[in-house]
Structure formats: C-alpha cells, structure tokens
C-alpha cells in the first residue's frame, strides 16, 4: 500500500475543498491514488448534492450584466442557504459564470441554464455542503438598458425608449431603492386597488361613521391616488431630487421608462422555521437509542 502523507492530503484538499480526515481517508481507500481518490470523492459528493436537494436556499445573489451597446441586459439570482456562502470566491464564481453562460446565449429562461450548469452546481455542492440554485433571469433587450446592483442582495434593469446609459443607471438605482410595483398607475391591478381600498376601510372604521357617502368617496378616492402614485415608477419623487417625479426626470432626458425588472434575494421564497433546541434534543435522543 501507498504511503499517504501529509503532503498528499494537503493537495487533495487544496483541490477539492473538503475536510482533511474525509481527504485522508479516501487516500487511503484509493491507495494514495490521488487521481482515483478524487473521482471516488466527486461520487460521493453527488450523492451529498442529492441529499441536499431539499434545503431550502433563500440566500444567494443578484448578478446584472450589460452588452457593450448596452442595448441588451441580463439579471440572475442565485441561492444559497446562508448569506455567508454568497460572499465566498466559490460561489461568487459560479454566478459569474452561470450569468456569462446565460448571456452568451441569449437565454430568456431559467431552465435551460440550470440543466447546462447542473454538473457545476453538483459539484459546488459537494465542496460549500449547501443547497445552490439557479432560481431565475429576466433578459432586456431595448433601446437603452440600465443596471444597477446594490451590494450583492437587489440588481435592478431598466429599460428606456431613448435617453442614455447614466439616465437608465440612475432610474435603476432609484428602483433599487424605492420597489415600485409598476411603470405607470395604469399598469396596477384592478385588485391590487380593491385589495389597497379594502385595507383602507378596515383602518379607518371609526373615522367613516356617520360620514355622507360623497365625504367617503373622497377619502377613500384620495387614499387611491396616493396608493397609485406611491406604486408608479414615473409618479415617485426622484430619490436624488424629490422636487421631481422619475417620469419628468426621464422625459428631460428625452426618455420614456418602458420597462424595469427588480430582484431582491430571497422574495418570495418560504423559508422554513427552525426550532434548534427541538433539534438538539431531537439528535441527543437519537444519539442514546
């Protein structure tokens, strides 16, 4: 049998990730094979990657890229299940480089993406022992597209109907800032403001007794038109000078807002509740049978 050394367990770590007793024995089993040693780890590893499958990942990052004309855009999110795995080089590589695939190839859906980067996303996996998922990406095509990404958590494309990059760029930003939920009060929803007039009532049910009903109509009527403005990109004041609405800002610029996609790490995934302490008394129990 092969001599493991130190040495020998010192480079399978380095070039796999993982722990240096787990390197160490597969040496031994390989018989300080190292070639042999890393395929039997990458087997196991998917078998880890599969266990690990049904982690919820609500953490991650937002990636943006933009065409040199900055006339097409791309936006990605992809999770993780912790915020300390997204800040690692290992991760952040793998989003870079699944966003360079997408981008090259004009993918307009997760899925395809997903399938092409399966391999390095099992094998990431295996070496972070964390769930990773490639969630979703929206691409822009326009006229002019603007980007923006605060830290790693919220990227912003918008896209405009003339004006320039630094014009889309700020508008971005200030969506990053502000969530509009729609371009202009025309695109909301006919139940978003039933749902918006129905909170409206509920909290103000004391103050609507005894009033006529054309006194209620104009409460209830100037708490919509608040609702919409507060909703619409173009109807917010201008972040950077509130003295202005976003949509004045663009037609100054010779622009109109035609689009904005905005994703934030995490929205809209179920993260599930952990009890640790039901969970370490789960484990010593198990641990004494």
């Known amino acids: 049998m092969a001599e493991v050394t130190a040495a020998l367990v010192k480079e399978l770590r380095e070039r796999t990730g993982q722990g240096m007793m787990d390197c160490k024995r597969a040496l031994i089993a390989a018989d300080g094979d190292i070639e042999k040693a890393i395929d039997d780890m990458r087997s196991a590893g998917a078998i880890k990657a599969a266990k690990k499958a049904g982690n919820t990942a609500a953490e991650g990052a937002i990636a943006v890229k933009a065409a040199e004309d900055n006339s097409r855009a791309m936006i990605i999110e992809v999770n993780s299940q912790t915020d300390f795995l997204a800040l690692q080089d290992d991760f952040k590589a793998f989003v870079n480089e699944s966003i360079d695939k997408a981008f090259a190839d004009n993918l307009t859906d997760a899925a395809p993406l997903a399938a092409a980067r399966e ?34 958590r919220i990227g912003v494309v918008v896209a405009l109907k003339g004006g ?55 409460m209830v009527g100037g708490r919509i038109q608040k609702f919409l403005a507060e909703a619409s990109l173009v109807e917010q004041a201008y972040i950077k000078d509130d003295s202005i609405k976003v949509g004045e800002l663009a ?25 640790f302490a039901a969970e370490v008394a789960a484990q ?6």
Request: charged share 30%; no cysteine.
């Open 164 to 218: 320039d990059v630094e014009l889309a760029r700020n508008i971005a930003m200030h969506v990053a800032a502000t969530n509009p939920l729609v371009v202009s009060p025309a695109q909301v929803s006919p139940e978003a403001v039933a749902k918006e007039k129905e909170i409206f009532m509920a909290l103000n049910e004391e103050k609507m007794k005894g009033k006529s009903p054309e006194i209620l109509e104009k």
């Open 284 to 289: 010593l129990a198990g641990s004494k049978q």
């Open 251 to 275: 037609k100054r610029g010779g622009a109109e807002i035609l689009s904005f996609v905005r994703y934030e790490v995490g929205e809209g995934i179920e993260k599930a509740e952990v009890d």
């Open 119 to 152: 391999e390095a996303r099992l094998a990431l996996v295996s070496k972070v022992g964390e769930n990773v998922n490639i969630r979703r990406i929206s691409n822009v095509t326009a006229d002019v597209v603007g980007t923006y990404l605060h830290g790693h």
